[in-house]
């Protein structure tokens, strides 16, 4: 089994775990090396950063995905550095991987744009972690603003903003608003949670661009719907964790007190990228050929988030259906060179566009159909639980969204942690020290 | 409304909990103190630490709970300082609470006994945060045994230990040799977790020590089957993050290499109780009156874990039906003070005796008849079940049982937090400095 071909593939993402798979019935021996233990669907990541969903609602351990694939090693580390010349991927542990072939597909995280400071004021949404610091954030502000005492602080504490009007920040708005509006009700004594204000804040000219004009104003006529204030053509100045700053035009600008400000805005290829000795874009994402291996290494091949690829004029966005076709691609390509045929050009087929917005809302492009409201979201909602892995994982978010129709709750509204709300002392650190310490 | 007697109750356990709802249709106001935003069935806290069940299964929000009780408020807060005299409780947060009438239930925490520098090697389990740390520990050793190159590192990776043969320590014994035997079954490659060796390590003469000796004796031999090895009468002399040392009797002592060690021997009352100028017993649980409340301050009242009370010759335990009766009765106790009329002495009704062991193996005794096996795992399955809190978290709970007793699997197998398994290196700190800085 050793004198196999030995593949690496880094990160157990779509492409990497789609890759892993389609060599499944091939003569080569996989490791798959993640530093998390698990396939995440981070589709529906939001979810669990609102408390719609549990963590392992979405996520399922590698090894357990793959356990009856017996040309697999699933191996838990993180990659530290990579010789192409020498074919080997070294670990953080100590270990050493000689490969045959190398697929990198270490996807992505959120980026602040040179403003780095920005990120403990305003957490981003790439991880189950991310998620779930955005859950005791937004949990705790309510809990914050029912215990303060000054009328500004509690204000400032009912005041949210969701930076970016991409998938992911249109997601989060609206899904806030909902929480505030509903779920929350008859909670409080001496709040009104539905008094909290929720801002999309969009510095281009309209939400979700990478849609049509006509699902744009569609979407924010929804978001609007439900509660959220949809600002556009307003770059954020400077975030701190007080609140934000937001140019005006003609060098005026607006402050705005708000401790839960969420970031939604950028996102950068994952640093792995640079491991590599190959050209990369503007946002780290590595240059590859046609058929996904880099130039001059055709056994190195890098895909999905992390891949930079063009199709005529358009890049291949960063979503998962192509995040799976590339992986796939990588599969079928590694076959062909086994048997010495020349590997196929990768070439995306595009679906369409979903984004969802909240309760009934969503919006869908399927190039000539477009379907918003209702319609978008039951579309959405099907193809989200039908693509989400494991038949366990995909019953239970069934269950836990049918619960969540009926009743407006939302089950998942646990702040770990011991928590010390200091109200209206204006304590800065508000996002959880203590967990860690508890889990020594 | 301020013009009616203000109840503060602190902790938000079965014992507050029920105490706040035995209130419900009184004039009073109360004011529900916890520092966290959550109830916790603590009796299905174990199935959180071995991956059966994820957090939000077994906890429900309090003021989610409470919603529709008008006469309560509930506050995130942690209780710093009690004036009994001035009737006036002290949070963390600078509030203050005046109270006419306080009730203190906020349970126990685990003990070492002396051995605080074991808490880090061996964690024990009494929230939320330590259930998911356990979990962390118990799915890292295995990836870590696959990654050791050097055989005895890997065998002290696959080493487990529980100390205290408490209902706590046999659930996790028993339900950590399912999952080694079963769960993970064909996921490892270089493994076989089914070699993994799980103690039970009991100081005293046997397991369940609560129960009469023949349910102790069919407890162990349940264990037996499931693949625990069980030690009775031999004391835990150390334990270090490398492994630990048992008394063997005439000096002579074992040394066991094992890196997962968990803290079941030992529970003590909450440090709140020593705020209350009030005798306690040696293990600072607070010795209370006939009526639950605390000698000359016929207004204070303590229940749950942290109260020390005596029904004949026996010490009223601290289990789940206790700390609710307690709590109910304290509403009477108040209801009756506010009419004048002589509180009524506590009285404990003990119904029985219940432990669970693993799959289809647990010991019932209800005073004369007494059940184990099959019949005695489903008596506790519908009895926990039944009594769990929240519709959904019991539709859930059963669905996740239903799935994990026909598959073997258990669902929440995720790992927080990015991993560097540092394999055969020797690392010390292996339960995860990560999470809270990711969380930033």
New interface residues.
Partial sequence: MHGQPHVVIVGGGFAGLWATRALARDAVRITLVD????HLFQPLLYQVATAGL????I?A?L??IL??QGNV??????VTAIDTAGRQVRL????VLDYDFLLLASGATHAYFGHDDW??AA?GLK????A??IR?RV??AF?RA??ASDPDQRAAWLEFAVVGGGPTGVELAGTLAEIARHT???????IDPAQARVRLIEAGPRVLSSFPESLSAKAATQLRRLGVEVVTGRPVAHIDDQGYTLELGDGRQERVPARTVLWAAGVAASPLGALLQAERDHAGRVLVGPDLSIPGRPEVFVAGDLASVRQGDRAVPGVAPAAKQMGRHVGDAIRARLASRPAPGFRYRDFGNLATIGRMAAVVDLHGLKLSGIVAWWFWLVAHVFFLIGF??R??VL??WA?AYW?Y?R???????????????GDTDD???A??????
Same sequence: chains 1, 2.
């Fill in positions: 530093r998390r233990n698990h549990s963590a392992p609602d996520a351990p090894r357990h356990r009856r090693e699933v191996r838990l580390g993180e953080a542990d100590g270990g990120a403990t957490p991880t189950l972690e991310d779930l610091a005791r949990l705790l809990e029912e215990a929350l009700r008859d909670e409080f004594r001496r366990r994982n019953l239970a269950t836990n619960w009743t709750q089950h998942a509204r646990i702040i770990f942690g011991p928590s010390r709300p200091r109200g209206a002392t996002t959880g020290d967990p860690a310490e508890r889990r020594r």
